[in-house]
């Protein structure tokens, strides 16, 4: 057995905020100041983001039915209607009156609910034109081709070592990429080496992109790209591996929709998928693993290294989804002649309170 480094083990936890017990909560980081403080992006991609839905007709019985799951389901809510004090007091619930109708985010929004009445036709108009608006350009989370004292404070490793293993990398940055190098080895029962931000002191706000690009130049072996939407140390991580061809630059990309939502390797297939609205950390690993028990079929135990020049967000957001539950036909007829996604949802012309509950779980499952 190798002889395991407990300076190395304590030195990574005091990097990351971490203690035993408490240390999944993200308060001990920030009093220790071991967050990272992102000051290189737009500042509202570092901002709390949650999804948009806009609710028109949200004081009927299905609307504000709607409106409180959409908001136990970590929504921001934009609610249009005529009696706000039949909705829930919520710093997440937007008060708009049907007058006001212009100044919803319809370009924003990820969900869209029409309930009982005809919504303005210029929201219809304004949501295609955003959909024919050309692609948004790519945005950096991480620029290694130029480093600075502040990026070197982000990005700190993460090996087996955390588990008795006695694996060691570390980033280094050179004038045009970082390296992301070192020895892994299966010692110990370990094999594993990564490099990891520390938590955002605010979430970073991907919602309107597709995935990550990665820049890389490998050395044949297959890594791991791992996000965090949570200021837990040990909590899910969602998981993409993507193989190197040996010292070649090569571009990868990565779709959100395709993370794998992980915890120690095995896959959790109760987990929602990725908040691409909340992203807290992000991290690259080489390891023997793979999934659920199964090896890495590329992984070599020794030396590795990764160069790195950059990490972009790109693509431009899935439309938004639109779900007309007993809207005037003329405004469906309308809205089905835009081409938009979405659903007509059937009404009955009178509805008790179980059939408004078990509509509004229909609506919300539309949504999805």
Not at 343 to 350: D, F, G, I, K, R
Request: proline share 5%; glycine share 8%.
């Amino acid at each position: 057995m190798a002889t395991w480094a407990f300076d190395r083990f304590v030195s990574t936890l005091r990097y990351f905020g971490v203690f035993p017990v408490i240390g999944d909560f993200g308060w001990v980081q920030k009093l220790m100041g071991t967050q990272a403080k992102v000051d290189w992006m737009e500042p509202s991609l570092a901002q709390t983001a949650r999804p948009i839905a806009l609710v028109w007709g949200a004081c009927g019985d299905v609307g504000r039915r709607v409106v409180r799951l959409l908001l136990q389901r970590n929504y921001q809510v934009w609610a249009l209607g005529v009696d706000r004090a039949r909705l829930p007091a919520d710093p997440q619930l937007h008060w708009l009156t049907l007058e006001q109708w212009a100044e919803a985010p319809i370009e924003q929004a990820a969900a869209i609910l029409i309930f009982g009445a005809a919504a303005p036709e210029a929201w219809v108009d304004r949501a295609a034109q955003s959909t024919r608006a050309p692609q948004r350009s790519p945005q950096m989370v991480c620029d290694f081709r130029q480093p600075s004292p502040e990026l070197a404070q982000v990005w700190g490793a993460i090996d087996d070592v955390v588990m008795g293993g006695v694996s060691s990398s570390d980033l280094r940055l050179f004038n045009g990429y970082g390296l992301f190098a070192g020895n892994v080895s299966t010692d110990n029962s370990g094999g594993f080496a990564s490099i990891r931000t520390r938590n955002f002191q605010e979430p970073i706000n991907l919602s309107a992109f597709e995935g990550l690009e990665l820049r890389i130049k490998g050395d044949g072996q297959r890594y791991k790209l791992i996000l965090r939407a949570e200021s837990r140390w040990d909590g899910i991580g969602y998981c993409a591996s993507f193989d190197t061809v040996y010292n070649i630059w090569q571009t990868v990309r990565i779709p959100f929709r395709t993370l794998r939502p992980v915890f120690r390797a095995r896959t959790l297939t109760d987990a929602p998928g990725f908040d691409a609205g909340a992203l807290r950390a992000v991290q690259l690993m080489l390891s023997k693993f793979e999934y659920d028990g199964d090896l890495n079929p590329k992984f070599k135990a020794g030396g590795f290294s990764l160069a790195i020049e950059t990490i972009t967000a790109y693509g431009q957001a899935t439309p938004s989804r639109w779900i007309l539950c007993g809207a005037a036909p003329e405004f469906v007829d309308y809205w089905q002649g835009s081409g938009l996604n979405g659903q007509v949802l059937a009404t009955p012309e009178s509805i008790d309170p179980a059939q408004a509950e078990q509509l509004a779980q229909t609506c919300l499952q539309a949504v999805d």
